[in-house]
Nanobody
Framework: QVQLVESGGGLVQSGGSLRLSCAAS????????MGWFRQAPGQEREFVAA????????YYADNVKDRFTISRDNAKNTVYLQMNTLKPEDTAVYYC??????????????????WGQGTQVTVSS
């Protein structure tokens, strides 16, 4: 069982920045791929970004590439999502997720076994 706790959400103006954090309870954090997803009201949960256990490989959705950066600190059991140039359409609940690193990208909802409770990000225009 891995527990995930997100933090860092909030209200920001369009063009602003936020950094989300997700702390994991995993004993060996580096064996887990970490991902961020988001869900806006009335919409399905969508993939945002993922990072391999070592941190070497990262993946992004096209609509956040060049604006968001995922990173991890395996010594602190924490993954981050730096979000820059935020837009109103980025408004959503952001979820951290994890699953064992199997050496392939994890871009789908069902690739992940454990989920956090979510943190709200609201971007005002």
């Amino acid at each position: 069982q891995v527990q995930l706790v997100e933090s860092g959400g909030g209200l920001v103006q369009s063009g602003g920045s936020l950094r989300l954090s997700c702390a994991a309870s995993a004993r060996t954090f580096s064996i887990y791929t970490m991902g961020w997803f988001r869900q806006a009201p009335g919409q399905e949960r969508e993939f945002v970004a993922a990072i391999s256990g070592s941190g070497r490989d990262t993946y992004y959705a096209d609509n956040v590439k060049d604006r968001f950066t995922i990173s991890r600190d395996n010594a602190k059991n924490t993954v981050y999502l730096q979000m820059n140039t935020l837009k109103p359409e980025d408004t959503a609940v952001y979820y951290c997720a994890t699953g064992l690193d199997l050496g392939r990208p994890k871009l789908r909802f069902d690739d992940y076994r454990y989920w956090g409770q979510g943190t709200q990000v609201t971007v005002s225009s």
